[in-house]
């Protein structure tokens, strides 16, 4: 396998994965593998954007499984859902759609597509616009990564 087929593969990867996600996989494909800017965006929103959608709609079937055969899963899974929508439904009944893609959009460890799928299952968000809200969210954090990325790496050149 090429290099750039190698770059393509790891960078797709590294963006599925649940905690590196696009906020890795971009640095690595543009830095590390000397792919273009646009090719290291389009894969690693690509790669994000197929985990979160999976994720969206698998979540609802294991939570219902593990709450069947798991009787006290069900009760503390309710407790968390329910303290969760209590603390955060004012905040998401004034910014709601807003919200998920800020909270998807921001490239720290804990946000990203993995995790606004599990706030919008969290909150009942339509399967389709959740999809959207997701991949709007990404193209922003996309964007805010690549501008970091591409800015430190000439920073860095300058002390070279």
Do not use: C, D
Request: charged share 10%.
């Amino acid at each position: 396998m090429g290099k750039i087929m190698e770059g393509y593969l790891y960078t797709f990867l590294w963006a599925m994965s649940p905690v590196l996600e696009l906020r890795a996989a971009l640095p690595l494909g543009y830095l590390h593998f000397g792919l273009s800017l646009p090719e290291t965006i389009f894969i690693s929103v690509l790669g994000n954007f197929i985990a979160g959608a999976i994720v969206l709609a698998v979540l609802p079937k294991i939570v219902h499984l593990i709450e069947k055969f798991i009787p006290v899963f069900h009760k503390i899974i309710q407790k968390i859902f329910a303290y969760t929508r209590h603390k955060h439904s004012h905040r998401m009944s004034l910014m709601g759609e807003i919200m998920l893609i800020l909270f998807v959009a921001v490239p720290l460890p804990g946000s990203g597509a993995w995790t606004g799928a599990l706030v919008s299952y969290l909150f009942g968000m339509k399967y389709w616009k959740s999809i959207a809200l997701i991949l709007a969210g990404l193209v922003i954090s996309a964007t805010i990564v690549a501008i970091l990325t591409v800015s430190g790496n000439e920073l860095w050149k300058l002390f070279l």
